[in-house]
């Protein structure tokens, strides 16, 4: 295995709220943690704070739209925060960086949360918020030919299902999906080598997930859903081309990489990126710490995905 990163191990050992031995930290803790304020985020052209009607209550979105004429291509992204935490502050930086690197329009939607709202409300939310960004996205000066969904980790999970349930119910076309460090099984710590090598002391743990897939999935009867393990999907054919990014030091690692491996067997065109050295929630803890430039390429990458024309398997 390659070094920790520097920063992300600076990360571990002074930004991380340390608790005593033996305690374990409860939702209000880990809700409040997610609180932390961002550093200086990048300048974007536009940036419109809207609501729309979802499936049971309003949502709230926030569109970033890049400098230009357009129409432009449109992200529509999923925040992380296992599905417990989380909004359109918490992936702020994220969402900027994006639509710098790609200058698509990216459209944020801050989805309905557990344990107040369990499986399968975010759901809901997060396919009624994509139609919806869809059906308009020429009021938005977005092209609809050119339409992809985003997100990180639980986020990353959405974004995959809300491909699954486009192909399912029809109505609207995903050309792309992006899946940073995603959610794909149910909790299955057995299962995967990077549950055992990385599930204490890399920020998310063992304990972490299982209290998150507890708050979320709170019928054991949709425990192994699709709709909310997609690897457990029985036809993952026809969904868009991915580009899926894993971090050597992450429990989700292995799933993320295996639920590539099934979409590659689905005849789907998948790229796969692991980053060595990072650890889950790169991606928000470099903008916290002002060092976005530190995986500009990443971004890169990122932005060059969404914005090739055709995408080859791989």
């Known amino acids: 295995m390659a070094e920790l990163n ?14 005593p031995d033996g305690y374990t ?30 499936p049971e209550s309003l949502l709230p979105i926030r569109i970033y739209t890049p400098e230009g004429d357009g129409p432009f291509p449109v992200l529509v992204y999923f925040h992380g925060g296992g599905f417990v935490y989380g909004d359109l502050e918490s992936h702020d930086a994220v969402c900027r960086a994006i639509v710098n690197a790609s200058q698509q329009i990216v459209v944020a939607v801050d989805y309905r949360l557990a344990p107040e709202n369990p499986f399968p409300a ?29 997100g990180d980790s639980a986020g990353g999970n959405l974004a995959t299902v809300v491909c ?25 710590p057995e299962k995967y080598d990077s549950y055992r090598e990385n599930g204490s002391g890399y920020f998310l743990t063992l304990e972490n997930i299982g209290l998150f897939s507890k708050l979320y999935v709170q019928n054991e009867e949709y ?9 457990n999907a029985e036809d993952l054919s026809g969904l868009p081309p991915a580009l899926i990014i894993t971090a050597e030091y992450d429990p989700l690692r292995d799933e993320g990489e ?18 060595e050295g990072q650890i889950h929630g790169f991606f928000n803890f470099f903008s916290m710490m002002d060092s976005k430039g530190d995986i500009e390429e990443v971004y890169e990458t990122i ?10 398997k791989s």
Not at 6 to 19: G, H, R, S, T
Not at 36 to 44: A, C, D, I, K, P
Not at 169 to 177: A, E, H, L, T
Not at 303 to 312: A, P, Q, R
């Open 223 to 231: 425990a192994f859903h699709p709709h909310a393990a997609p690897m």
């Open 164 to 188: 699954l349930l486009a192909k399912e119910k029809g109505g609207f076309s995903i050309s792309k999906q992006v899946l940073l460090y995603p959610v794909t099984d149910s909790f299955n």
């Open 25 to 54: 930290p409860t939702l209000e803790d880990i809700r409040s943690r997610a609180s932390v304020s961002f550093g200086e985020v990048e300048l974007v052209h536009k940036v419109e704070d809207r609501t729309i009607q979802g």
């Open 303 to 312: 932005g060059s995905f969404l914005n090739e024309k055709e995408v080859s």
């Open 122 to 150: 975010a759901v809901h939310d997060c396919y009624a918020a994509a139609k919806w960004v869809f059906e308009n996205a020429e009021e938005l000066n977005g092209d609809p030919g050119k339409f992809s969904v985003a």
């Open 258 to 275: 295996l639920y590539a491996e099934k979409l590659k067997d689905a005849g789907v065109p998948v790229t796969v990126r692991r980053e």
């Open 6 to 19: 520097p920063k992300m191990k600076y990360f571990l050992e002074n930004l991380v709220p340390a608790y």
